[in-house]
C-alpha cells in the first residue's frame, strides 16, 4: 500500500461537499457555468468589504520594515489586543492579549486547541447535524468523537442527551453557533444551561471537561438574532473562529483561538496552544492578514445580501413542499429529504443540474444541505429546476 491504511480509508469516505463541488464541474463542462446550479461549497461568492482593501492598499504603499519576518508563534501583540478588545466588549469579561492565539483558520485553531488538551483515547462530543471534518481533527490528535444529535425538530442543543454522554473519558463538547449545516444559532439560556450542566459533571466526574465553540458565521445572523459569546455562560470555554465568513477570506487562512479568562489553568493551556500552533507545523497565523484584521474586528460584509438569499430560497422552497427550519444564521438551508435515501434524492437533483450535499455527510441522513452564498442570479436561474425536482420526488404537483 503506497499511503497510510487511515488515510485511504479516510480518502474513500471524506467528504460529500468536495466530491459534489468536483462533480459540479463536470457539469459545467457539459451543459455551461449558467445551466449548472451548485449549492455545494460555503465558498463566499462576494468580496471582503472596502476597508479591507483600504488597508491592503495603505500597507503595500507604506510597508513596515520586517513585516513579513517571523513573529510570536501567538501573533502579533497588536493583532492579539485588538481581538481581545472586541471580545471583552461582546462577552463583558476582562478579556486581555494573553488568551489569544492567531491561527491558520478556525480549523486550524481546532486542531491547536484538541492537540493541546486531548490524551489518546479521550472522548470529544460532537453535535449532530454535524460540520464532517470534526471527526479528522479529533482523530488527528488520538482523540475518539462521540455524536450526540440535536433536538430533531428544531437542531437546537438537547442538553439531557449531552450530559447523558459524558463519561470519565469526556475532555471536550464541540458547538458552533450560528451552525453549519441548519443555520440555527443556540439562545443565551441554552447556553446558561449547558454551561450549569458541564460544571455539574465536572464536579461528579473531577475533570476539566472544555467547551469548544466554534463561531465563523458569529456576524452572520438575521432578524435581529444575537449571538451571544460563551465565555459567561461557559467557564471552561474555548472560542476558535475565523475571517473566512464574515471578512470573506476564505483563501487567506486567517482566524484565532481565545480562551475564557475565567478558565481553569487558563495559562497553562496558552503555554500548551502556543507550543502546538508552532510544532503542528502551523508556526504562526499569516503576517500580512494579521496586520490587516487587527484593523477589522468591527467590520463585516453585508449581511442583507445574504438573508435576501435566504429569503428567496427558502419562500420558494417551502412553497414547493420542502420542508426546514428557517435559519437564524450562517448561509445554509437543511431541508429534510423528499425521499427516505438522501444520497439517492441529490442523484435526482443531479439531473436538473442542481449540486446539493447529502444530510449523510453531516451525520443526519434523511436531509441535504444548500448553501446559498452564491450568486443571486444563479439562485433565481434555479427555481425552475428545484420545481421540477419536486414534482420529480412527489412533493409538488405538475400543475
Given at each position: 500500500m503506497a499511503i497510510a491504511a487511515k488515510v485511504q480509508a479516510c480518502i474513500e469516505g471524506a467528504s460529500w461537499i468536495r466530491r459534489m463541488f468536483e462533480e459540479g464541474g463536470r457539469l459545467r463542462q457539459q451543459f455551461?457555468?449558467?445551466n449548472v446550479y451548485d449549492f455545494?461549497?460555503?465558498n463566499p461568492n462576494i468580496d471582503p468589504p472596502a476597508k479591507f482593501y483600504a488597508e491592503l492598499q495603505g500597507l503595500a504603499n507604506a510597508p513596515k520594515p520586517g513585516i513579513h519576518r517571523y513573529m510570536s508563534n501567538a501573533g502579533y501583540d497588536e493583532?492579539?489586543?485588538?481581538i481581545a478588545s472586541m471580545l471583552a466588549g461582546v462577552s463583558g469579561m476582562a478579556?486581555?492579549?494573553s488568551q489569544v492565539v492567531m491561527t491558520c483558520g478556525a480549523s486550524g485553531a481546532l486542531n491547536v486547541v484538541l492537540?493541546?488538551?486531548l490524551n489518546p483515547g479521550e472522548e470529544v462530543i460532537i453535535l449532530t447535524p454535524h460540520f464532517v471534518e470534526y471527526k479528522f481533527y479529533i482523530d488527528n490528535h488520538g482523540g475518539v468523537p462521540r455524536e450526540v444529535w440535536t433536538d430533531r425538530e428544531t437542531f437546537q442543543l438537547d442538553i439531557p442527551a449531552i450530559e447523558a454522554a459524558i463519561t470519565d473519558k469526556t475532555?471536550?463538547?464541540i458547538?458552533?453557533?450560528p451552525n453549519n449545516p441548519t443555520g440555527v444559532i443556540y439562545p443565551a439560556e441554552s447556553l446558561r444551561q449547558l454551561g450549569e450542566m458541564i460544571e455539574r459533571k465536572e464536579r461528579e466526574l473531577e475533570r476539566q471537561i472544555y467547551v469548544i465553540s466554534d463561531e465563523p458565521y458569529a456576524r452572520i445572523s438575521y432578524d435581529g438574532h444575537a449571538v451571544p459569546n460563551i465565555f459567561p455562560y461557559v467557564t471552561n470555554s474555548i472560542v476558535v473562529t475565523s475571517h473566512s465568513k464574515d471578512l470573506a477570506l476564505p483563501g487567506e487562512r486567517i482566524g484565532y483561538l481565545a480562551a475564557n479568562p475565567s478558565m481553569t489553568h487558563v495559562e497553562l493551556f496558552m503555554e500548551g496552544a502556543i507550543f502546538c500552533n508552532r510544532t503542528l507545523g502551523f508556526v504562526n497565523a499569516p503576517a500580512l492578514m494579521q496586520r490587516l484584521v487587527a484593523k477589522l474586528q468591527h467590520e463585516s460584509v453585508d449581511i442583507n445580501a445574504y438573508q435576501q438569499k435566504r429569503d428567496i430560497l427558502y419562500d420558494n422552497l417551502t412553497r414547493l413542499g420542502f420542508t426546514m427550519v428557517k435559519p437564524d444564521g450562517a448561509f445554509y438551508?437543511?431541508?429534510?429529504?423528499?425521499l427516505a435515501d438522501d444520497v439517492a434524492f441529490v442523484r435526482a437533483a443531479q439531473k436538473h443540474n442542481l449540486l446539493l450535499v447529502p444530510g449523510a455527510g453531516f451525520g443526519a441522513p434523511g436531509y441535504f444541505r444548500v448553501a446559498y452564498c452564491v450568486d443571486m442570479g444563479m439562485i433565481e436561474r434555479s427555481l425552475p429546476a428545484w420545481r421540477a425536482l419536486a414534482v420529480e420526488t412527489g412533493i409538488c404537483g405538475a400543475s
Open positions: 455551461g457555468d449558467e455545494t461549497l460555503g493583532t492579539r489586543g485588538a478579556v486581555t492579549a492537540k493541546t488538551i475532555r471536550a463538547l458547538i458552533n453557533t438551508l437543511f431541508p429534510k429529504s423528499p
